[in-house]
């Protein structure tokens, strides 16, 4: 028998969905193995919100709930507790909704100063309206999946790789839990180490880096962080080269963002790359901000509202 | 509620110096609060920051790193190390709401008992009027991992 699906679209881009297109022919065989019974993004179907005085919501049981996006309204949250209480096993897919992913920035501000950040500009009129009719109120803040419901397969990657994702739907639909990388971008990245980071300060990447010629082979350039620019590759989950393994940025020869999320599960992307650059006696007051280093993974209260200090 | 309010403090005490300056304070009777929880181990410079914030972000109100002076750290430069990562845990816990006051880091050394009664006293004030850590709410009502 097929293994029954459905999937719904949360604090999302939709990018994760379109990786999931993006396994090619294989898909047809995905298509062998899953029924997709409910797939707004795919398929001609609403969201399974319930509307107009709908007491029960029209989505089928299924075994497999694939979960893309984080929570940050109250939409999101009824969906995600919707599928969890009809599916068997649900699956946090991309890192929005592992780790928050990029929505999770605005954890950084409080609902009001987005708000007044968004409907106050030169040109907008009445800059005290804020909608508030038809459209789910805000929660808090953006959340993880597991911060609101049971997660029991996370599937981090933004978006995940086509060849993963293929991999997993077919174990998931022979009865195995699937195995995805768990090394950092690190142990998989080609580049020549050396194992010290020649200045004291590390910069941003707004200057090309360092290589001899123009198709110079990935093992004859060396390490970018090394160069001195902030590479997240030692925090961040290996995954993003698919089957052949080599990180998609720096194969680009640019530093590694950290879009698979921490490198270990509850790790904190910025603290862990920070302790590592500290410990080696690097300047990190060279970097105009860090909070960007929490660019993918800024929920589970990584990143909160500033505060006022109170100094006595 | 000030005078209500009864901090928990998590102390980790390198091995070395630290824990036997509290050895000492105890074997001289010097008094000190009870709010600090120590936890020890064998240099202060295998406190990953990790644990720092991740105490703080579970409704610690405050952590306090005490290891030798230094120069004097048992694994040579151990304390530097941590020295060199407070930056680095300041800045991380102001940008998740957290006051960087709750953590100090403080050398005590072996011989220094009073020292470490009047260290202990001065933190568990300073954290008297700070005031919970506004973490602690949140972690009772909204923040669940299941
Ligand atoms: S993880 Fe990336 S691709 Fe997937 S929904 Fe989030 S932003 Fe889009
Ligand atoms: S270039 Fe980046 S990902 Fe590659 S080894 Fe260096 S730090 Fe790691
Ligand atoms: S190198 Fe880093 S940022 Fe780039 S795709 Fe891979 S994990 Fe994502
Ligand atoms: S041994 Fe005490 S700080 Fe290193």
């Not at chain 1, 590592?276 to 209260?301: K, R, V």
């Amino acid at each position: 028998m097929k293994l029954r699906a459905v999937s719904e679209t949360l604090n999302a881009c939709s990018g994760c969905e379109i990786s999931i297109l993006d396994t090619g022919e294989r898909f047809y065989e995905i298509l062998n193995n899953i029924e997709f019974l409910h797939f707004p993004l795919l398929m001609d179907h609403k969201s399974c919100i319930k509307t107009n005085g709908k007491k029960e919501s029209e989505l089928p049981e299924a075994d497999l709930g694939i979960l893309s996006g984080g929570i940050r309204n109250e939409e999101h949250l009824e969906i995600a507790k919707e599928v969890r209480k009809k599916c068997d096993i649900v699956i946090a897919f991309g890192t929005c909704a592992t780790h928050g992913g990029i929505p999770a920035l605005t954890n950084s501000y409080t609902n009001q100063e987005v708000l007044s950040r968004y409907y106050s500009t030169e040109t907008t009129d009445n800059t005290s309206d804020y909608p508030d009719k038809d459209v789910p109120p805000l929660l808090e803040r953006c959340y993880a999946l597991d911060e609101h419901i049971k997660v029991d397969l996370y599937f981090p990657g933004c978006p995940p790789h086509p060849h993963h994702i293929y991999n997993a739907f077919i174990s998931l639909a022979t009865g195995k839990i699937p195995a995805l990388p768990e090394k950092s971008v690190c142990d998989v990245c080609p580049v020549l180490k050396k194992g010290k980071i020649d200045s004291k300060n590390v910069k941003r990447f707004l200057a090309p880096p360092q290589y001899n010629y123009a198709n110079e082979p990935l093992k004859d350039m060396r390490c970018l962080l090394e160069q001195g620019f902030v590479c997240m590759g030692p925090v961040t989950r290996a995954g993003c080269g698919g089957d052949n393994m080599i990180p998609r940025c720096i194969s680009a020869r640019v530093p590694c963002q950290g879009c698979y999320g921490p490198a270990s599960f509850n790790g904190n992307q910025r603290l862990d790359l920070l302790n590592a650059l500290a410990s080696q006696g690097i300047n990190t007051g060279s970097l105009p901000n860090t909070e960007f280093l929490l660019e993918f993974s800024g929920a589970h209260n990584l990143l909160r509202p500033r505060i006022k200090l109170v100094r006595k | 509620m000030p005078d209500k309010f009864e901090p928990k403090i998590i102390g980790f005490l390198c091995n070395w110096c630290a824990y036997a300056g509290g050895d000492v304070a105890g074997v001289i009777r010097a008094q000190y609060p009870p709010n600090m929880r120590p936890i020890r181990v064998m240099c202060s410079g295998m406190v990953h920051p990790d644990l720092v914030v991740e105490a703080l972000k579970m409704g610690a109100d405050g952590v306090i790193i005490m290891g030798c002076h230094i120069g004097q750290c048992h694994y040579q430069d151990g304390n530097s190390k941590a020295m060199a990562r407070v930056e680095v845990v300041r800045v991380v816990l102001e940008d998740m709401g957290i006051e960087p006051e709750r953590f100090a880091i403080v050398w005590v050394s072996s011989a220094e008992g009073k020292r470490f009664a009047k260290v202990i006293t001065d933190f568990t004030d300073q954290i008297k009027t700070l005031g919970p850590n506004p973490l602690r709410k949140d972690f009772e009502l909204n923040f669940k991992r299941v």
